[in-house]
């Protein structure tokens, strides 16, 4: 068997109904992408990135603040770090991903991307 062959031979195909990876996080209800279109189509970009921080949309968060101002967008990648490379549930009544290990080289390298320059470590 080449090492072609023998990656593809440990691949499956999850069977109906079972969970992919990642998938858990894309289950956005309609009711959310709607409210959010709807900023959106009112033209209030903050609004929205306001609303899908608030909704836990992060990637839809990022996004839509990269096309708003520098300074929002910074927010949201400080948000997002505190969120998803945090040591630490940030409370107890959402479900709080917490990172193992130390993500601190993370969290600096995300900072340092947002431009935040020096302060990027602290």
């Given at each position: 068997?080449?090492?072609?062959?023998?990656?593809?031979?440990?691949?499956?195909?999850?069977?109906?109904?079972?969970?992919?990876?990642?998938?858990?996080?894309?289950?956005?209800?309609?009711?959310?992408?709607?409210?959010?279109?709807?900023?959106?189509?009112?033209?209030?970009?903050?609004?929205?990135?306001?609303?899908?921080?608030?909704?836990?949309?992060?990637?839809?968060?990022?996004?839509?603040?990269?096309?708003v101002?520098?300074?929002?967008?910074?927010?949201?990648?400080?948000?997002?770090?505190?969120?998803?490379?945090?040591?630490?549930?940030?409370?107890?009544?959402?479900?709080?991903?917490?990172?193992?290990?130390?993500?601190?080289?993370?969290?600096?390298?995300?900072?340092?991307?947002?431009?935040?320059?020096?302060?990027?470590?602290k």
């Open positions: 068997m080449t090492v072609k062959e023998e990656s593809f031979a440990s691949f499956t195909v999850p069977a109906d109904g079972q969970q992919t990876l990642g998938s858990g996080q894309d289950n956005y209800s309609s009711d959310m992408l709607e409210t959010l279109q709807g900023h959106l189509m009112r033209g209030d970009r903050e609004a929205a990135v306001r609303y899908a921080i608030q909704e836990d949309l992060w990637a839809h968060a990022l996004i839509i603040s990269s096309c101002n520098k300074d929002l967008w910074k927010e949201v990648v400080n948000g997002f770090v505190e969120r998803d490379l945090s040591s630490q549930p940030l409370d107890s009544m959402r479900t709080s991903k917490v990172a193992q290990g130390d993500r601190q080289g993370l969290r600096v390298l995300y900072a340092l991307f947002s431009g935040q320059g020096a302060k990027a470590s």
